[in-house]
Each structure stands twice: as structure tokens, then as C-alpha cells.
């Protein structure tokens, strides 16, 4: 393993079919309002967590939630995670906010996410 560190797990997105029931549900399950609330994302903040809400999986098809591990550099991680096995499904692109995400399979097709703030 390279020196390249890991930051954790801080952020959970779940796949939602209707964004404004899961809304009602997640802001009594966390105790706190949407901190981000669009059409297309509903996310909350709560005991340093992340949790995202994506109306029909969003543009990469999600059909179970997805932990996302921060990274000090997505390319490194990506790279390594590559060299160990992992399949890249969704490479490193930005998102907006200085924030980049990417995604991999396991050997097991479990989806593995990757977020990178600049």
C-alpha cells in the first residue's frame, strides 16, 4: 500500500423514487433540515455526516446506496484501487464546489465511491 491516506467514510448516498417522501423521512431520521435542497438532491448534514438523496439513482443508474470514502487525490486512489483489482465505473469528474467523485467495483461488483475536495 502506498502512503497515500484515506479521510473515512463521511458521506452515504441513497437512491430515492420519490425525493420529497424520502425527504420528510431522512430529516426526522437525522434531526436536521436538508442543508442542500434541488430537484435533482436532497442532502443533509448531521454529526459529520453526509447524506445524499438522488431522485431515480441520478445519471449513474444507482440502485443501492452508495459510501463514499474521502481522498486527499482521486487519481492516486483510483490508480491503486485499479492496480488491486477494483473495476473503475465512474472515473474522477467534478461535481461542482471543488468537489471530484469517481466510483469502482469490487471484485464482487460491490460500488465503492470516492470523493475528493480541492
Given at each position: 500500500?502506498?502512503?497515500s491516506s484515506h479521510q473515512g467514510i463521511r458521506t452515504v448516498l441513497h437512491p430515492v423514487s420519490d425525493l420529497s417522501a424520502a425527504k420528510a423521512v431522512y430529516?426526522?431520521?437525522l434531526g436536521?433540515?436538508?442543508t442542500t435542497d434541488s430537484s435533482y438532491y436532497v442532502g443533509?448534514?448531521?454529526a459529520g455526516q453526509h447524506i445524499g438523496l438522488v431522485?431515480?439513482?441520478g445519471p449513474q443508474g444507482m440502485t443501492s446506496p452508495v459510501?463514499?470514502?474521502h481522498v486527499p487525490d482521486i487519481e492516486v486512489r483510483l490508480a491503486e484501487l485499479s492496480a488491486a483489482g477494483a473495476t473503475v465505473t465512474e472515473p474522477a469528474h467534478d461535481v461542482g464546489g471543488d468537489r471530484l467523485v469517481?466510483?469502482?467495483t469490487d471484485p464482487d461488483g460491490n460500488v465503492l465511491?470516492?470523493?475528493q475536495d480541492r
Open positions: 500500500m502506498t502512503s430529516a426526522v431520521l436536521v433540515p436538508p443533509f448534514d448531521a431522485p431515480g439513482g459510501a463514499y470514502w469517481a466510483t469502482v465511491g470516492l470523493i
